[in-house]
């Protein structure tokens, strides 16, 4: 029993450390639409279709539950009607050119409280500094879709995320998961003001 219980921490270890060393060189960012009604979000699905978000190998999966699990925390809840975001992700193997900006950290541009609409004026608009960025060999990237408007209002990427085959991939993607997601630090207003209560329950009848 002993050994067995040595082995088990041992294999642990290695495991923890082999995902320390995957993700090491890892890049992590995001980027946003000002145009994003950030403070409304409330509820989310998935995007469904082909490739990873419609993956049910343990991969997608472990994706998956580890966005969920992420935006429970932050106050949102899965609805598989009328959500009010979509969630979509996707691998991409090898390098690849990406087009992000340089913007403020989101929250406290959500603070000055400045989203635009079509009714803004142009004058009045925030202009948008693109930035071309080389991500290589491997990429992770979660997109948040608004549905009124289905236009992308967030994107965050990992880059350098090599997953290998078995129970490490998993453990790799959850990381990276993390990693992005602690980029979109927006919480609901519910959730702010404490008048929210978690459920692992999907909302599947709103």
């Known amino acids: 029993m002993t050994r067995t ?6 294999f642990c270890l290695i495991a923890a450390l082999a995902g320390c060393m995957t993700m090491r060189e ?5 980027d946003y639409s000002y145009r994003g009604n950030f403070r409304h979000y409330r509820t989310y699905d998935f995007v469904s279709g082909t490739g990873l978000t419609s993956d049910s190998s343990h991969l997608g999966q472990s994706v998956r539950e580890a966005i969920q699990q992420r935006l429970l925390a ?3 809840k899965l609805a598989r009607r009328r959500p009010d975001m979509l969630v ?3 691998v991409y193997q090898g390098d690849m050119n990406f087009h ?4 403020e950290d989101l929250s406290q541009w959500i603070k000055r409280n400045i989203e635009e609409d079509d009714e803004t004026p142009k004058e009045e608009r925030q ?3 693109p930035i071309r960025l080389l991500l290589a060999e491997g990429t992770l990237l979660v997109t948040l879709i608004d549905v009124k408007t289905n236009r992308a209002v967030w994107n965050g990427y990992a880059s350098g995320v090599t997953v290998p085959d078995g129970p490490m991939g998993e453990i790799v993607l959850r990381r990276s998961v ?3 997601l602690d980029r979109y630090r927006v919480f609901t207003e519910e959730f702010a003001n404490g008048n929210i209560q978690h459920s692992d329950a999907s909302d599947s009848d709103r």
């Open 26 to 30: 890892a890049r992590v960012d995001s």
């Open 100 to 103: 992000g900006f340089q913007q």
């Open 74 to 76: 932050q106050g949102y």
């Open 178 to 180: 993390r990693s992005i």
């Open 127 to 129: 202009g948008y500094q």
């Open 5 to 10: 219980i040595t082995r088990l921490c041992v």
């Open 88 to 90: 979509n992700f996707r």
